[in-house]
């Protein structure tokens, strides 16, 4: 099974910027796809950016595009989200997630989540 665990969290000033990383163990060769997404208490999770782990096929949600990057570094089993020109909005939890292959058999997709990383942009 694939673990994932979130790091870089903290205060960031407004128009300032971030950096995110979400480190994949486990049977990391059944990933097909990562993404990060954001959530505040009480209400719905939302995509901010995913990316293929064959092609590196980037997506970014409207919120988000022109500010952020994702980025894999394949060597280290590291997921990266880099963010600039932060603002009050985007402050969040972060999840990193991944869609993988079950230890089923046969083997079947699957999604799973870190425990998220909380980004709070202020003054």
């Known amino acids: 099974q694939v673990h994932l665990v979130e790091s870089g969290g903290g205060l960031v000033q407004p128009g300032g910027s971030l950096r995110l990383s979400c480190t994949a163990s486990?049977?990391?060769?059944?990933?097909?796809?990562m993404a990060w997404y954001r959530q505040i208490p009480g209400k719905q999770r939302e995509l901010v950016a995913s990316?293929?782990?064959?092609?590196?096929?980037?997506t970014y949600a409207d919120s988000v595009k022109g500010r952020a990057i994702i980025s894999k570094e394949y060597d280290d089993n590291v997921l990266y989200l880099q963010m600039t020109s932060v603002k009050s909005e985007d402050s969040a939890v972060y999840y990193c997630?991944?869609?993988?292959?079950?230890?089923?058999?046969?083997?079947?997709?699957?999604?799973?989540w870190g425990s998220g990383t909380q980004v709070t942009v202020s003054s």
């Open positions: 997630n991944a869609v993988a292959l079950s230890d089923s058999r046969p083997p079947r997709p699957m999604e799973l």
């Open positions: 486990g049977n990391i060769y059944t990933i097909t796809n």
């Open positions: 990316i293929t782990t064959r092609g590196g096929h980037k």
